[in-house]
């Protein structure tokens, strides 16, 4: 059966970077799309980006320049990588999978983003 | 940018009665709808696509409507489990990640 397991919580201060990585199970990676979504505290859903099965990128303009999304076709798993971090990026961070809607989800991600 | 608006922010319901939660679009997406429930701690689910086609393993009390600008969501007997925040998101147009600001389904 298809699984997301996402990378555990982590604790950064303003400026830093973060990776957070998404192993996928039970399902042919190489042929399918994964998403970048968070949810900040109180807040709803927010789109960061996607990456294609050929490796092609697309990040929401509020997020360009500061993401990166890659994956290691080896393991199948996907990583998302957020620089310059501030408090506003504290939130969980999902990882999905689908290429309109997202049928799978990881467990997600907390970041917290305190000095 | 298509704008999604869910209402009511928040509905009371007690167990057993129906629940119709709506999503406007701001213009037509067609049928290009989906619906997830959101649980504390947990992650997003995907419950209904295409507007009107229920995702595997999702429960039949749980429908899908609409098309074009105007969409709901029914819950036609709460069960415990389905206390939650509700959201849609359109994929008509890229980026496909558009969401409602939810609707939250508590215990009345």
């Known amino acids: 059966h298809v699984q997301l397991v996402q990378s555990g919580a982590e604790v950064k201060k303003p400026g830093a970077s973060v990776k957070v990585s998404c192993k996928a199970s039970g399902y042919t990676f190489t042929s399918s799309y994964m998403h970048w979504l968070r949810q900040a505290p109180g807040q709803g859903l927010e789109w960061m980006g996607i990456?294609?099965?050929?490796?092609?990128?697309y990040y929401a303009q509020r997020f360009q320049g500061r993401v990166t999304m890659t994956r290691d076709m080896s393991t199948g798993t996907v990583y998302m990588d957020l620089t310059s971090l501030r408090s506003e990026d504290t939130a969980v961070y999902y990882c999905?999978?689908?290429?309109?809607?997202?049928?799978?989800w990881g467990q997600g991600t907390l970041i917290t983003v305190s000095s | 940018e298509i704008v999604l608006t869910q209402s009511p922010a928040t509905l009371s319901v007690s167990p057993g009665e129906r629940a119709t939660l709506s999503c406007r679009a701001s213009?037509?997406?067609?049928?290009?709808l989906a619906w997830y429930q959101h649980k504390p701690g947990q992650a997003p689910r995907l419950l209904i696509f295409g507007s009107s086609t229920r995702a595997t393993d999702i429960p039949a009390r749980f429908s899908g409507s609409g098309s074009g600008t105007e969409f709901t969501l029914t819950i036609s007997s709460l069960q415990s489990e389905d206390f939650a925040v509700y959201y849609c998101?359109?994929?008509?147009?890229?980026?496909?990640?558009?969401f409602g600001q939810g609707t939250k389904v508590d215990i009345k």
């Open positions: 990456i294609n099965p050929s490796g092609g990128t």
């Open positions: 999905a999978r689908g290429e309109d809607y997202f049928d799978y």
């Open positions: 213009q037509s997406v067609g049928t290009n």
């Open positions: 998101q359109h994929y008509n147009n890229w980026p496909p990640g558009t």
